[in-house]
């Protein structure tokens, strides 16, 4: 681990945030395995059923402790597969210890990202002994929820997923919803607005269908899609005006970038162990969480080392590092949604165009571009009608 600590402070500082390069997100791939199959997911490998090791992770962060590796405020999630497979024991078990290496020291946020579909009876102890929060899946009615997030033997999930919500309620656990869109919910906005404000549920985040991993399909970008997404944008910023209507993050977080004409956004995938995240069998990946598992041959594996051996590679580092930083570079000579989106993300970049450099790509068209077009649109409209 001296090794480790000792080559990361061999990057140079401009790259830090403070006077080391905090790490302030740690993602944990409990294990990649999955019991359902999406039609849209970007992980490979998910009928492994290998398990993350418990020793070898308290370890790790014991370290990361003890070198002053941590920030002061961190979090940790457990993502990529389904980390309910384990059960509510070994949550219970393992942020136990977790919380007693970091004490009085660092504080944390447990959280977990889940399909849902496993909570039950068995969690509520788990719930109200431990701060958790969950981010749950849901992708809106039954007929539609099912028809993209099926089960393994090709059933529907949505009922199990209400039920898991019920639990979540009934326990006072703190969750958030995230839907990824389809033709049918941006054809007809209203399904989600009804759907959600029906189960009291009054903020979601919406993801696009990317190019990503191994899903090769993102939403049809066509003539249409321009007008589609509009329509679908002004929909819910018209219901912003409603007490209980459903809004949406990425609608919300687009406003006020415009509105406040703030400072293009420092993201965290663009800067070095601001967020680590550590697979089932130990390897380390940082800048985009979606590099886990990936390889690719200009760059070889993503991983940049193990937690095994604590091996650690510089070079792939550095070389990412400036080929991210080039990137935004790039997006921000050429680019006017630059300030709203301080250069994209580089998974997005990678899975599409192959490299991290390019300013130009599909899922910065949908989710940047032609979202902040049709709100710029509309708050002119807004105003102009004042």
């Known amino acids: 681990m001296e090794i480790f600590y000792k080559n990361l402070n061999t990057i140079p500082y401009n790259i830090y945030y403070s006077n080391r390069n905090k790490i302030k ?16 997911c970007y992980l490979d490998n998910r009928n492994s059923k290998i398990k993350m090791s418990d020793s070898k992770i308290l370890e ?5 402790l003890n070198y002053e590796m941590l920030a002061s405020e ?17 949550y219970n078990n393992i942020i136990t210890l977790i919380s007693e290496i970091l004490k009085n020291k660092i504080k944390v946020t447990y959280q977990i990202q889940t399909n849902g579909t496993l909570l039950n009876e068995s969690w509520i102890n788990v719930l109200t002994s431990k701060k958790i929060f969950f981010g749950i899946s849901l992708d809106g009615p039954k007929e539609i929820h099912d028809k993209y997030r099926k089960d393994r033997k090709g059933n529907g999930t949505f009922d199990n997923v209400i039920s898991g919500l019920k639990i979540l309620k009934e326990t006072n656990t703190q969750f958030s919803v995230i839907t990824v869109l389809c033709q049918e919910t941006l054809e007809n906005p209203k399904i989600l607005s009804d759907f959600f404000e029906s189960l009291d549920i009054k903020y979601i985040s919406l ?26 944008v002004k929909f819910f910023y018209d219901k912003r005006s409603e007490d209980n209507g459903l809004k949406i ?81 790039n997006c921000e ?14 998974a997005s970049k990678f899975f599409e165009q192959g490299n991290m450099e390019c300013s130009v790509h599909r899922s910065c068209e949908l989710n940047i571009k032609i979202l902040t077009d049709s709100i710029s649109r509309l708050i002119f409209n807004n105003l102009s009608n004042k």
């Not at 790790?60 to 990361?64: G, M, R, T």
């Not at 680019?335 to 580089?346: A, L, S």
């Open 60 to 64: 790790f962060i014991e370290n990361l």
């Open 74 to 90: 961190i979090d940790i999630i457990w993502h990529c597969g389904e980390p309910l497979i384990l059960g509510a024991d070994y």
């Open 207 to 232: 993801n696009f269908p990317e190019i990503e991993g191994i899903n090769k399909k993102g939403l049809p970008y066509n003539n249409s899609t321009n007008l589609k997404i509009f329509n679908f």
């Open 249 to 329: 993050f990425q609608i919300e977080h687009t406003i006020k970038s415009i509105l406040k004409n703030t400072s293009p956004p420092i993201l965290s995938e663009h800067i070095p162990f601001s967020t680590l995240t550590i697979s089932s069998n130990g390897d380390l990946y940082t800048f985009s969480p979606e590099f886990l598992g990936f390889s690719h041959k200009k760059y070889g594996s993503f991983k940049i080392g193990n937690i095994n051996n604590y091996d650690f590679n510089l070079d792939k580092i550095n070389n990412f590092k400036d080929e991210i930083e080039r990137g935004v570079k």
């Open 333 to 346: 000579n050429s680019c006017e949604y630059f300030v709203i989106c301080g250069g994209g993300h580089p």
């Open 25 to 40: 997100t740690v993602i944990l791939q409990a294990t990649p395995f999955c019991n359902i199959d999406c039609s849209y």
